[in-house]
């Protein structure tokens, strides 16, 4: 949250709210509940790996207990939630990686490992198969053959002749042609039939890798200073036991993910228009034809909320709009319900609003990803194509509930939103910036230039022009997107370790009626976002779901129902529509810190549009998805 916002002591009370909380709630109660969830992750850590799912290797068994943990800590809270996810990428990297700890390997040399997991799956099967990997390893002893042997992995990965004649036989120019996984000679042979026998076309590359220099490089074996040839039979079992790593370029890479440079650009945007008196402008433009009837200046703010929630952050929004509606509930009557009406418009409508776009709220830009992961291409515009008519909706239908639930006692609502549009050169070229930014967005099936990418151009743009200055990247809210990176960690590590593929295998997902699968799936969400972060329970959902929805059985079964981006999209909007109390969402915390909210109000108008806006969302996502329009 920046301080040139408008609200930003609002923000700052939220914060403190927040702080004073866990500070009262130092003692034992967190205590307990950080214990439960490092013993519960301990025990999971500990526990051999043939208690849990068959197949699992040690890997998968460490990654599942850090997702527990990750689960527990954000339902919890013992810790800010950044916090945990950030503690979630360090685990992951000094225990599952490929350039963890070394204890961690279990006694298997680090470098046998690495170079085993890195073979292809055909080279594997050689080494699995301890004949033909002796044979292999006597072959590899001569040191002319594995020259030859090399030179004819060289001309299989593309070279259209390999010359050996400075290498190893002065007299002889031997030329190989690999056409359709089959090698013809087509002149002088010099490889002999041995290698040839033992060095087929399916393992063509494995030779001419780094990894196989490695594992039929003499090693002493465990307990014995005598060194093997090559890797043993049991080491062989050790390292499958083991399971793959993840790549810790993979989990470093979550903290610069594409998404995470999307949102950098909306925090930049924001920042802009703050300083240029755009949001002040915009605001006072489209709330002043709703004239001053307090009916319509109510409906006015819900829409005007929505739309900035969806480009701006929603805490940020709902902190601004509060600030304007402060004198306006301060004169309103004191025994009317209009105030309470007005309070409860700006959370809900923030909520909501951030449904309408992939920067919205990070829950949307979190399905997003994993949805192009898997090969499924939504871009920013087609998001919008949906989603902001679910969203207009449901804040024209939380007009009518907050009109029927707190009528207005009063005649007229005045309102004074002071600040003027700035119009010396730089504010000009933000604006513009603005306006092709958001057309960029909205456009970039049209334009082929991605979303992410897009971000990048008010950041230039802002940079170079001297409007956004180092101290402004200082008060980014780094922790929303550290507690995003965090989840995208997880998913890399589900993935790379193939624990989402175990997990997959031992539940039998594909029996399940897919009506099931989509309707629990979002009450789930719905339910953890109303208590936990809706990011927590986007990071937690998102990466099990996507996996699952991606399997062969499972993708089938729910293709009558929009397939797998019915399960992603739909906890996007779970998400937001978690809104039933003070703590389930920044703006609901800031509008009940008005004094104006009675926690009970916020719980009746939560259930409500969470009720409304589960049914239409996914009535809307079965629809679009059976269609094939998403």
């Known amino acids: 949250m920046f301080k040139i916002f408008p609200g930003y002591d609002l923000v700052e009370k939220y914060h403190d709210w927040k702080k004073a909380h866990r500070v009262d709630d130092k003692t034992v109660s967190r205590a307990i509940r950080l214990v439960i969830a490092v013993v519960a992750a301990l025990t999971v850590w500990c526990l051999p790996v043939e208690t849990w799912i068959e197949g699992m290797t ?96 060289q001309y299989i990965q593309g070279q259209t002749s390999y010359n050996l004649s400075d290498e190893v036989l002065a007299e002889d120019t031997v030329i190989y042609k690999y056409e359709k996984n089959k090698i013809e000679v087509k002149d002088t042979v010099v490889v002999g039939a041995d290698i040839k026998k033992a060095y087929t076309p399916a393992t063509a590359k494995l030779l001419t890798s780094k990894a196989i220099e490695t594992l039929t490089t003499p090693i002493p074996d465990k307990g014995d200073a005598t060194p093997v040839s090559a890797l043993t039979p049991s080491r062989v079992a050790e390292i499958k036991a083991m399971g793959p790593q993840t790549s810790f370029k993979s989990l470093l890479a979550c903290f610069a993910d594409p998404i995470i440079m999307l949102f ?34 109510l409906l006015g703010f819900l829409m005007v909320t929505g739309i900035f929630s969806m480009f701006l952050s929603n805490t940020a929004t709902a902190a601004m709009m509060l600030t304007f509606l402060g004198p306006v509930l301060k004169a309103l009557p004191a025994d009317g319900k209009g105030k309470i009406a007005l309070a409860l418009a700006i959370p809900i409508a923030a909520n909501i609003g951030g449904m309408g776009t992939p920067i919205g709220t990070p829950p949307n830009a979190i399905a997003l990803k994993y949805m192009n992961d898997i090969g499924i291409s939504i871009g920013f515009g087609q998001w919008m194509a949906f989603m902001i008519p679910l969203t207009l909706l449901l804040l024209f239908i939380a007009w009518v509930m907050l009109l029927k639930l707190f009528p207005f006692k009063a005649k007229e609502i005045t309102l004074n939103i002071e600040g003027e549009l700035k119009k010396d050169w730089r504010s000009i070229v933000v604006y513009i910036t603005f306006i092709c930014t958001i057309l960029l967005w909205v456009l970039d099936k049209a334009t082929g230039v991605n979303a992410n990418v897009v971000a990048m151009l008010p950041v230039g743009v802002c940079a170079i022009i001297g409007v956004l200055t180092k101290r402004d990247l200082e008060e980014i809210s780094w922790s929303v997107l550290w507690m995003v990176a965090g989840g995208f960690a997880l998913g890399v590590a589900l993935k790379e370790t193939g624990l989402a593929d175990t997990l997959i295998a031992a539940i039998p997902f594909g029996n399940w009626p897919a009506i099931v699968m989509v309707v629990g799936s979002g009450l789930i969400c719905y339910a953890m976002a109303n208590f936990i972060s809706h990011t927590a329970t986007a990071n937690l959902l998102v990466p099990i779901l996507a996996s699952v929805g991606a399997s062969g059985a499972v993708a089938a079964n729910l293709a009558g129902l929009g397939g797998v981006s019915t399960l992603l999209i739909g906890v996007a909007i779970g998400s937001s529509l978690g809104m039933v109390l003070p703590i389930s969402t920044p703006p609901n915390a800031i509008a009940a810190s008005t004094g104006m909210i009675e926690q009970k109000d916020m719980v009746k108008t939560g259930l409500i549009m969470g009720v409304v806006g589960l049914v239409l969302g996914y009535t809307m996502l079965i629809v679009l998805g059976s269609t094939g329009l998403i």
């Open 58 to 153: 040690i890997i998968q068994k460490r990654t599942l207990a850090i997702f527990l943990f990750a689960i527990l800590m954000w339902l919890f809270e013992a810790v800010a939630a950044w916090t945990t996810s950030v503690m979630v990428v360090v685990l992951l990297l000094f225990t599952t990686s490929n350039s963890n700890l070394v204890f961690f390997n279990n006694g298997i040399e680090a470098e046998y490992l690495k170079a085993y997991q890195g073979l292809t799956p055909d080279a594997k099967k050689i080494v699995d198969d301890q004949t033909k990997y002796a044979d292999l390893v006597e072959i590899l002893k001569d040191a002319d053959k594995t020259k030859q042997l090399k030179a004819w992995g």
């Open 264 to 297: 950098i650009g909306g925090f930049i945007l924001a920042i802009a228009a703050s300083k240029t008196g755009l949001d002040l402008y915009l605001a006072r433009v489209m709330l002043k034809p709703f004239g001053k009837n307090p009916k319509y200046v």
